[in-house]
């Protein structure tokens, strides 16, 4: 089992960037593949970014391509999403998920897949 711990969040104009981080706790993170979500109000928990677990294949969504990265450092056990030119339609909490299952090469954009989630960090871009 892993536990994820989000943080970076914040409050930040439209233009401007921000980075998460999320810190996994255990020996096995380069196990796992990782995944960023996002939920805004009254919608649903969409996929955003994924990175499987060396690192070598990402997935993003069409909606960030461009403007957001993911990458892992697994000898810090973290996954980052660095997030730049910020839209207020970006405006979400942000969670970090972990995906045991997932083969070495591929990322899974599905919810369902992921099976250990962080507690999430609220993303605020003000027009």
């Known amino acids: 089992q892993v536990q994820l711990v989000e943080s970076g969040g914040g409050l930040v104009q439209a233009g401007g960037s921000l980075r998460l981080s999320c810190a996994a706790s255990g020996r096995t993170f380069s196990s796992y593949v990782m995944g960023w979500f996002r939920q805004a109000p009254g919608k649903e928990r969409e996929f955003v970014a994924g990175?499987?677990?060396?690192?070598?294949?990402?997935r993003l969504a069409d909606f960030v391509k461009g403007r957001f990265t993911i990458s892992r450092d697994n000898a810090k056990n973290t996954v980052y999403l660095q997030m730049n030119s910020l839209e207020p339609e970006d405006t979400a909490v942000y969670y970090c998920a972990a995906d045991q299952r997932g083969q070495t090469w591929t990322v899974s954009t599905t919810r369902e897949v992921y099976d250990y989630w962080g507690q999430g960090t609220q993303v605020t871009v003000s027009s």
């Open positions: 990175i499987s677990r060396g690192g070598v294949n990402t």
